[in-house]
């Protein structure tokens, strides 16, 4: 069968959500990185250099003009050199700045004017270096105080765009921390939505699979298990329902077989019986001693093989709720003591002591008196088919806790029932392996009991040591 979204595809499709998310916050916390290194390059690079160099030109303005003064004052060939190194300096700078602004900056803006006016005043000065020099202003004070105009409005441009730039790395690193905390925040609400998710489309099928097992091998009718998945558990219901299905048609079919072929054996049975009766009675004229003790075994192994096809019947008509329980109130205790005393004969041959220990006043019950005896009847007749010669049998009740149900429950000290043997017991045919050879019967009684009780809405269990001995109790609804 073709599966449309199976499990692997859902593992699929989830890990492949995880990766976009993780992917597309590395890359988003990429490009945030990637831009706060650029301002912060820009701004070291670029804003601080200009602003740092700007002011040394600054400087080396103020100390040109303060040279050429001292020396048109002391006419001293040390400051001509101070005046000529502080216009090299101003000169480099010059340079060094222009390589530094942006490219549209480098015909236009104030580095681009100072150096126009720079190199115009420049070229009309006198030769300084070889001959004396002239008295004369070298550089005119107008255009030097114009010049650090330029300059202190270029430095006030530059430290306005550096605010501007550290600015825009704030809000840069804000974004990157924002972009991680969604990052983290959207993986972990897909995880958890992923999470239920998967809980929920894995467990829930799970459940119901459980729920059709568990129902089918405690014996109950499996109703099918509605799993519209399309993926795995999908087919696993399907799988479940048809092979229910089988058992169901399978016991049902078996079923019809055993009723039918009790009915059809009990009818011969029923006349053989008679017929051996009526001969050992002698109606048909005296028999000698020898064969009536023939005809007894014959009698009762007829007895035991009537007793075993109504018991077939009564699990076959119980299984398919043929029987209605008629629930009437009734005082429990000659019920109990009417059991104890048809069981007696079959403890007595045994030599097995059985005592009635429940108190006479006990509360009504509401039941079928005559189903719950058959119960009864099923527990001590195993209490006393199991247990060894010279064994205890006991017979309690008493309300339970809570005051809703009356227990009744069968003590007995025979060989017990091994420990994962004592849930197997209750279901059909089911026979202890080490008593199977020796013991008669079919594993059916039960069974039997277990429907009853359950059809009065009371609940039925064993509690035993291998060995010791055994409980086998059951509850009754107090009317
Ligand atoms: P059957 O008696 O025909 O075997 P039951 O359904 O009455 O069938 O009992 C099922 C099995 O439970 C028995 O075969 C036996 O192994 C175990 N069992 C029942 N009652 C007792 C008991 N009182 N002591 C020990 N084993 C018991």
Redesign the pocket.
């Known amino acids: 069968m073709k599966l449309s979204f199976g499990i692997r595809g859902k593992l699929f499709f989830w890990y492949f959500l995880f990766l976009l998310i993780f992917y597309g916050t590395i890359l988003a916390l990429y490009f945030d990185i990637h831009q706060i290194m650029r301002i912060s390059e820009s701004i070291v690079n670029q804003h601080y250099r200009i602003a740092s160099i700007a002011k040394k030109m600054g400087e080396n303005l103020l100390s040109m003009e303060e040279h050429e003064k001292k020396y048109q004052l002391l006419r001293k060939k040390e400051y001509l050199q101070l005046f000529l190194a502080a216009k090299n300096d101003f000169e480099n700078s010059l340079r060094e700045i222009t390589s530094l602004v942006p490219a549209k900056e480098k015909s236009s803006g104030p580095w681009w004017r100072i150096a126009q006016s720079y190199r115009k005043v420049v070229s009309q000065l006198p030769e300084l270096e070889n001959s004396p020099p002239p008295e004369k202003a070298w550089i005119p004070e107008s255009a030097i105080n114009r010049w650090i105009d330029i300059l202190r409005r270029a430095r006030a441009d530059t430290e306005e765009k550096i605010v501007t730039a550290n600015i825009q790395l704030n809000r840069r690193g804000r974004t990157a921390v924002r972009n991680g905390l969604a990052g983290l925040a959207l993986s972990t609400l897909v995880g958890l939505v992923w999470s239920l998710f998967f809980a929920y489309s894995t467990i829930r099928p799970l459940k119901s699979l459980i729920y059709g097992i568990r129902s089918i091998s405690s014996g109950r009718s499996s109703r099918p298990i509605a799993i519209r998945a399309k993926d795995e558990f999908g087919e696993v219901a399907r799988a479940f329902n048809e092979m229910a299905q089988r058992l169901h048609e399978e016991e049902h079919m078996r079923a019809d077989f055993i009723s039918m072929l009790s009915h059809e054996i009990r009818t011969p049975l029923t006349s053989i019986r008679e017929s051996v009766n009526m001969i050992a009675e002698e109606v048909m004229g005296d028999i000698n001693d020898r064969q009536r003790k023939f005809l007894q075994i014959a009698s009762s192994e007829i007895g035991r093989i009537s007793e075993l096809l109504n018991h077939l019947m009564q699990v076959t008509r119980l299984e398919s709720q043929v029987i209605q329980i008629d629930p009437r109130p009734f005082s429990p205790f000659p019920m109990l003591a009417k059991s104890i005393e048809r069981i007696r004969p079959a403890a007595v041959a045994k030599r097995i002591q059985i005592r009635m220990l429940a108190p006479r006043k006990l509360p009504t019950v509401a039941g079928d008196s005559k189903y719950l005896q058959q119960v009864l009847l099923?527990l001590l007749g195993?209490?006393v088919?199991?247990?060894n010669r010279n064994g205890r049998i006991e017979l309690r009740a008493e309300p339970d806790s809570d005051k809703k149900n009356l227990k009744i429950c069968v003590y007995?000290n025979?060989?017990?029932?091994p420990e994962n043997?004592q849930k197997l017991?209750f279901t059909k045919y089911?026979?202890?392996k080490d008593?199977?050879d020796q013991?008669?019967?079919?594993?059916?009684?039960?069974?039997i009991a277990k429907h009853i009780v359950e059809a009065h809405h009371g609940s039925i269990w064993v509690k035993?040591i291998p060995g010791k001995g055994?409980i086998?109790c059951f509850t009754v609804p107090i009317a």
């Open positions: 099923n195993n209490a088919k199991f247990s007995d025979g060989p017990g029932i043997e017991i089911y026979r202890a008593i199977r013991m008669d019967g079919v594993g059916l009684g039960l069974n035993s055994s086998f």
